[in-house]
């Protein structure tokens, strides 16, 4: 009856979502038995309405107004009672079950264990049912009602050990990023505290199907591709799936199988098969035995940067006597991603034997991208993940990262359509990495827990690399066990077994992937990450970023109550992470005094907060753009989104409002720019500007001018470059400039690169001190904590005379978008510097969001204009009129409408 997890791949004819009727209680709160539970007569009237499925249970109770407002100040603890962990769960729904040979239910992912009834019969218990990350499927033919009502009633158990105290489950953790101090168990006496929310995300939290087919049930449908590098044609075409004996008499048939692309011949593939009984097998169409599978001219899938992400379908039928069985299809890419590892030695207490990177379709891949996580309680929102995603391409990542919390689908299949590579792996610290606790059942669940995970992933065509471990290296034989998996599974990606740097063999030497894991995880001034003396800021690193992010004060306001505000407080700490000085936002305050002057109130804070952020991330992104391909390959800025409204780093925050930190990265991924270096290498006398070319072409004719600025507007120095080249992921030093004399303590560096005709790329404008940020040697660069030995100086920006500035927009609707045009123009003789325009629902209302502007923080020198578009969804004026805002730090507020 219990068989491994043999996934759907897409929903159709044969498979049915069970995602309405839900509802959910305490198994305290229930008297009757198990079995009369599950019987379609059971009243469950009584029980908590699920609003949404898949939905843990403290989602589910917030959904139904059980609690409330969980996310604002200090609800999340204060309001909802602790012990939801510690008590059994049971959702329940009824459906409708049509005429079919075989029915099975499908389970991608419950947490942590379960049993499962149909109709009074126990269909699968909780030592059979265990692993967040496991999935499951049973037949049930024989207990299902035919044309008739049917009751599905699952029984939770959540997660239940505490590890380092009893032991590990092999669920997931969310470590430091809430803090374990106030979210979660704390044991003073054992020096332990564990972070997670009340119910320990327990709950049926991905989605429940029901498969209704003939009697062979096809499974796991997956295309293997491969290309003769550096050739990109002819690809070689492997077509694999499972086929299961759903009942207990053999059974033969024909397997029929199709390929198709709009503007390519469709291909197509048959073979005869036998199963025993109750039989699964693996099916293979190999290019060997079918010559059809060799494809000349396929179009290629490639990263959104680098060209069009051609996607292609196949479709798989099982047929028994000219009649359909089933059948599934997915899409999938024709592509070679292939890792390597480089000769660079630069560091070798970090660790030799070269960096990690990897090349696709045969062409070196610079991976700039970010770590994403779904909602803290894990509410499945595919409008959310859709905002994120766009989000990401919009700042120009070109990969994300899963550390672990693999939630819905929707977003892997998003990533196909959109170009946006994926990595995805266990995680670190915790349940995952705790090996010398784990049992029996835990070696059981993590095996079964790769082989369903894999299944899931191993189709999409974004799916590059998978990582057995994060800060740890799994040990064998699990190691062992991992690989052997991923070799039976056919996984035609990278794979790393760790990425860090942490793990040593007996003689001391580094056992790791050529990935390094130093951070740092606080803020850093800009020329730290040009300086090469660093090893963080060069190689190849899967998480490096500012753990203290302060949201835009718009999205502050949602979540720290009014009485809360000012002075920075507990209640600020509870919404972030856990580590030391990220746990009271050490760092960031520490930056914004020392840096820009103590700040009045919080709106003040948030306001210069806002410039820390966006020049620490621009000169990250910019330095991996920049600094040479042979010592830089990977930087994932540590986090991409926020899981729920928190000052743990993000570039997205929860409110999907995006402030400094996202326009910095924006402006430091593009495609085609040009930068400036800070003074930050050798004996900081000479600054360097490059040009940059992320693209796969030739950029030619191209002009650059640079020019220094005083902080009253005054040109200090000018230079202007033209008919300049770049290559196809190129990067050139364009100009050298020494200290320039006479420059006001504050100044203003501009880099501007236009094209031949003269249309403009991008204009970068860097705000400077004559006191240089020191951070000391290496010694000094601590991973979780920012020491410096001076400090920039940019006060003098708090008392830059107002500069008058006016705003016009244009707005175009187009079905169910808009793009409105904003003009922003300096009247004045002053700079307006760091404005940031909005288009407001309403007048001086809240910003529109989710929303996607060409530029912001923009800054406008004496008498010039600019224009930026915008884009967004209609829908999301919560149908108020639009209209226009913008502020910036000497430029006070200025509303307008639409013409």
Not at 73 to 93: C, E, F, H, I, S
Not at 97 to 112: F, K, M, T
Not at 384 to 412: F, H, P, Q, V
């Given at each position: 009856?219990?068989?491994?997890?043999?996934?759907?791949?897409?929903?159709?004819?044969?498979?049915?979502?069970?995602?309405?009727?839900?509802?959910?209680?305490?198994?305290?709160?229930?008297?009757?038995?198990?079995?009369?539970?599950?019987?379609?007569?059971?009243?469950?009237?009584?029980?908590?309405?699920?609003?949404?499925?898949?939905?843990?249970?403290?989602?589910?109770?917030?959904?139904?107004?059980?609690?409330?407002?969980?996310?604002?100040?200090?609800?999340?603890?204060?309001?909802?009672?602790?012990?939801?962990?510690?008590?059994?769960?049971?959702?329940?729904?009824?459906?409708?079950?049509?005429?079919?040979?075989?029915?099975?239910?499908?389970?991608?992912?419950?947490?942590?264990?379960?049993?499962?009834?149909?109709?009074?019969?126990?269909?699968?218990?909780?030592?059979?049912?265990?692993?967040?990350?496991?999935?499951?499927?049973?037949?049930?033919?024989?207990?299902?009602?035919?044309?008739?009502?049917?009751?599905?009633?699952?029984?939770?158990?959540?997660?239940?050990?505490?590890?380092?105290?009893?032991?590990?489950?092999?669920?997931?953790?969310?470590?430091?990023?809430?803090?374990?101090?106030?979210?979660?168990?704390?044991?003073?006496?054992?020096?332990?505290?564990?972070?997670?929310?009340?119910?320990?995300?327990?709950?049926?939290?991905?989605?429940?199907?029901?498969?209704?087919?003939?009697?062979?049930?096809?499974?796991?449908?997956?295309?293997?591709?491969?290309?003769?590098?550096?050739?990109?044609?002819?690809a070689q075409l492997t077509v694999y799936c499972d086929l299961r004996n759903g009942v207990s008499m053999p059974v033969s048939g024909t397997l029929h199988g199709e390929i198709s692309r709009p503007g390519k011949p469709t291909i197509s593939f048959q073979q005869k098969v036998t199963l025993g009984s109750e039989e699964t097998r693996e099916v293979a169409f190999t290019q060997e035995a079918f010559s059809q599978l060799t494809v000349n001219n396929p179009d290629l899938w490639w990263p959104h940067e680098w060209g069009e992400p051609a996607l292609y379908q196949l479709k798989l039928e099982f047929k028994i006597a000219a009649r359909v069985s089933d059948a599934a299809a997915i899409d999938f890419g024709i592509r070679k991603v292939t890792q390597h590892r480089d000769?660079?030695?630069?560091?070798?207490?970090?660790?030799?034997?070269?960096?990690?990177?990897?090349?696709?379709?045969?062409?070196?891949?610079?991976?700039?991208?970010?770590?994403?996580?779904?909602?803290?309680?894990?509410?499945?929102?595919?409008?959310?993940?859709?905002?994120?995603?766009?989000?990401?391409?919009?700042?120009?990542?070109?990969?994300?990262?899963?550390?672990?919390?693999?939630?819905?689908?929707?977003?892997?299949?998003?990533?196909?359509?959109?170009?946006?590579?994926?990595?995805?792996?266990?995680?670190?610290?915790?349940?995952?990495?705790?090996?010398?606790?784990?049992?029996?059942?835990?070696?059981?669940?993590?095996?079964?827990?790769?082989?369903?995970?894999?299944?899931?992933?191993?189709?999409?065509?974004?799916?590059?690399?998978?990582?057995?471990?994060?800060?740890?290296?799994?040990?064998?034989?699990?190691?062992?066990?991992?690989?052997?998996?991923?070799?039976?599974?056919?996984?035609?990606?990278?794979?790393?077994?760790?990425?860090?740097?942490?793990?040593?063999?007996?003689?001391?030497?580094?056992?790791?992937?050529?990935?390094?894991?130093?951070?740092?995880?606080?803020?850093?001034?800009?020329?730290?990450?040009?300086?090469?003396?660093?090893?963080?800021?060069?190689?190849?690193?899967?998480?490096?970023?500012?753990?203290?992010?302060?949201?835009?004060?718009?999205?502050?306001?949602?979540?720290?109550?009014?009485?809360?505000?000012?002075?920075?407080?507990?209640?600020?700490?509870?919404?972030?992470?856990?580590?030391?000085?990220?746990?009271?936002?050490?760092?960031?305050?520490?930056?914004?005094?020392?840096?820009?002057?103590?700040?009045?109130?919080?709106?003040?804070?948030?306001?210069?907060?806002?410039?820390?952020?966006?020049?620490?991330?621009?000169?990250?992104?910019?330095?991996?753009?920049?600094?040479?391909?042979?010592?830089?390959?990977?930087?994932?800025?540590?986090?991409?989104?926020?899981?729920?409204?928190?000052?743990?780093?993000?570039?997205?925050?929860?409110?999907?409002?995006?402030?400094?930190?996202?326009?910095?990265?924006?402006?430091?991924?593009?495609?085609?720019?040009?930068?400036?270096?800070?003074?930050?290498?050798?004996?900081?006398?000479?600054?360097?500007?490059?040009?940059?070319?992320?693209?796969?072409?030739?950029?030619?004719?191209?002009?650059?001018?640079?020019?220094?600025?005083?902080?009253?507007?005054?040109?200090?120095?000018?230079?202007?470059?033209?008919?300049?080249?770049?290559?196809?992921?190129?990067?050139?030093?364009?100009?050298?400039?020494?200290?320039?004399?006479?420059?006001?303590?504050?100044?203003?560096?501009?880099?501007?690169?236009?094209?031949?005709?003269?249309?403009?790329?991008?204009?970068?404008?860097?705000?400077?001190?004559?006191?240089?940020?020191?951070?000391?040697?290496?010694?000094?660069?601590?991973?979780?904590?920012?020491?410096?030995?001076?400090?920039?100086?940019?006060?003098?920006?708090?008392?830059?005379?107002?500069?008058?500035?006016?705003?016009?927009?244009?707005?175009?609707?187009?079905?169910?978008?808009?793009?409105?045009?904003?003009?922003?123009?300096?009247?004045?003789?002053?700079?307006?510097?760091?404005?940031?325009?909005?288009?407001?629902?309403?007048?001086?209302?809240?910003?529109?969001?989710?929303?996607?502007?060409?530029?912001?923080?923009?800054?406008?020198?004496?008498?010039?204009?600019?224009?930026?578009?915008?884009?967004?969804?209609?829908?999301?004026?919560?149908?108020?009129?639009?209209?226009?805002?913008?502020?910036?730090?000497?430029?006070?507020?200025?509303?307008?409408?639409?013409?």
């Amino acid at each position: 009856m219990l068989a491994p997890r043999t996934g759907l791949a897409a929903q159709g004819e044969f498979h049915s979502e069970l995602a309405t009727g839900w509802r959910l209680i305490s198994a305290r709160d229930v008297t009757s038995s198990d079995s009369e539970v599950s019987t379609p007569s059971y009243d469950d009237s009584h029980w908590h309405p699920v609003h949404r499925m898949p939905a843990t249970v403290l989602q589910a109770l917030e959904d139904a107004g059980v609690y409330k407002n969980l996310y604002v100040g200090m609800n999340l603890t204060q309001t909802v009672p602790a012990d939801l962990w510690k008590q059994d769960w049971w959702y329940r729904t009824t459906f409708d079950a049509p005429e079919a040979e075989v029915h099975s239910l499908v389970l991608n992912g419950i947490n942590y264990r379960a049993d499962v009834w149909l109709n009074g019969h126990l269909i699968a218990d909780n030592k059979h049912v265990v692993g967040m990350y496991n999935s499951f499927e049973f037949v049930v033919s024989k207990y299902i009602k035919r044309g008739a009502t049917n009751a599905l009633a699952i029984k939770i158990t959540p997660e239940q050990k505490l590890p380092n105290i009893n032991g590990v489950e092999l669920a997931d953790s969310w470590l430091d990023w809430i803090n374990w101090k106030y979210i979660g168990y704390q044991n003073p006496e054992k020096h332990t505290a564990i972070s997670f929310v009340p119910d320990r995300n327990a709950g049926v939290w991905k989605r429940v199907f029901l498969s209704s087919t003939g009697k062979v049930l096809v499974r796991n449908p997956y295309v293997v591709t491969d290309l003769p590098l550096p050739n990109l044609s002819p690809a070689q075409l492997t077509v694999y799936c499972d086929l299961r004996n759903g009942v207990s008499m053999p059974v033969s048939g024909t397997l029929h199988g199709e390929i198709s692309r709009p503007g390519k011949p469709t291909i197509s593939f048959q073979q005869k098969v036998t199963l025993g009984s109750e039989e699964t097998r693996e099916v293979a169409f190999t290019q060997e035995a079918f010559s059809q599978l060799t494809v000349n001219n396929p179009d290629l899938w490639w990263p959104h940067e680098w060209g069009e992400p051609a996607l292609y379908q196949l479709k798989l039928e099982f047929k028994i006597a000219a009649r359909v069985s089933d059948a599934a299809a997915i899409d999938f890419g024709i592509r070679k991603v292939t890792q390597h590892r480089d000769s660079d030695n630069n560091f070798p207490k970090v660790g030799t034997g070269g960096n990690f990177y990897l090349k696709v379709n045969g062409k070196d891949f610079l991976i700039r991208g970010g770590c994403y996580t779904p909602d803290l309680l894990f509410k499945n929102d595919p409008s959310r993940d859709r905002a994120i995603s766009e989000y990401s391409k919009d700042m120009g990542m070109n990969m994300l990262r899963w550390e672990l919390k693999i939630a819905d689908d929707t977003m892997l299949d998003r990533a196909d359509r959109e170009g946006m590579p994926v990595m995805q792996g266990w995680m670190c610290c915790m349940q995952w990495e705790k090996w010398n606790q784990w049992d029996a059942e835990d070696h059981w669940v993590a095996l079964a827990s790769l082989r369903a995970r894999i299944r899931n992933l191993r189709h999409h065509a974004a799916a590059f690399i998978w990582a057995d471990g994060s800060d740890g290296r799994p040990p064998e034989p699990v190691r062992g066990q991992y690989h052997q998996i991923l070799k039976e599974m056919h996984w035609q990606n990278a794979v790393v077994d760790t990425v860090s740097n942490f793990k040593k063999d007996a003689l001391g030497h580094t056992l790791w992937n050529g990935i390094h894991m130093l951070g740092p995880y606080s803020w850093r001034p800009p020329s730290y990450w040009f300086d090469p003396q660093y090893p963080a800021s060069q190689g190849s690193c899967a998480e490096q970023g500012d753990n203290e992010s302060i949201p835009p004060f718009e999205s502050l306001k949602k979540y720290i109550p009014t009485d809360k505000l000012w002075p920075i407080n507990e209640t600020w700490y509870y919404h972030s992470g856990a580590n030391r000085g990220n746990s009271t936002l050490e760092t960031i305050q520490k930056v914004v005094e020392k840096r820009y002057g103590a700040a009045s109130d919080a709106e003040d804070f948030c306001k210069k907060a806002q410039l820390a952020h966006y020049e620490n991330t621009r000169a990250q992104f910019e330095d991996f753009a920049s600094n040479p391909w042979a010592t830089h390959k990977m930087t994932l800025y540590w986090m991409l989104d926020s899981q729920w409204p928190s000052f743990f780093g993000h570039l997205i925050d929860y409110y999907l409002k995006p402030g400094g930190a996202y326009f910095g990265a924006k402006k430091g991924m593009r495609p085609v720019s040009i930068v400036f270096d800070y003074y930050a290498t050798g004996d900081r006398k000479t600054a360097h500007i490059y040009v940059v070319n992320q693209t796969l072409k030739t950029h030619r004719g191209l002009k650059a001018t640079v020019r220094f600025y005083n902080v009253d507007g005054t040109v200090k120095f000018s230079k202007e470059l033209s008919d300049l080249s770049i290559t196809p992921n190129g990067r050139d030093r364009v100009l050298s400039v020494p200290r320039i004399p006479g420059v006001t303590p504050t100044y203003f560096v501009r880099c501007q690169l236009a094209e031949a005709g003269g249309r403009p790329i991008v204009d970068n404008v860097y705000w400077q001190s004559t006191t240089d940020d020191d951070l000391g040697g290496p010694q000094n660069d601590k991973a979780f904590i920012l020491n410096p030995k001076s400090w920039a100086d940019f006060t003098a920006l708090n008392s830059m005379p107002k500069a008058e500035v006016g705003i016009s927009g244009r707005l175009i609707r187009t079905g169910l978008e808009a793009r409105a045009d904003l003009t922003l123009k300096n009247h004045s003789s002053q700079i307006a510097f760091f404005m940031r325009a909005e288009v407001t629902k309403g007048r001086d209302g809240e910003e529109v969001l989710p929303v996607r502007y060409e530029d912001n923080y923009v800054t406008l020198f004496p008498g010039e204009s600019r224009t930026l578009w915008a884009r967004f969804r209609t829908a999301d004026l919560k149908g108020k009129e639009a209209q226009l805002r913008i502020e910036g730090y000497n430029v006070g507020k200025q509303l307008a409408t639409f013409d």
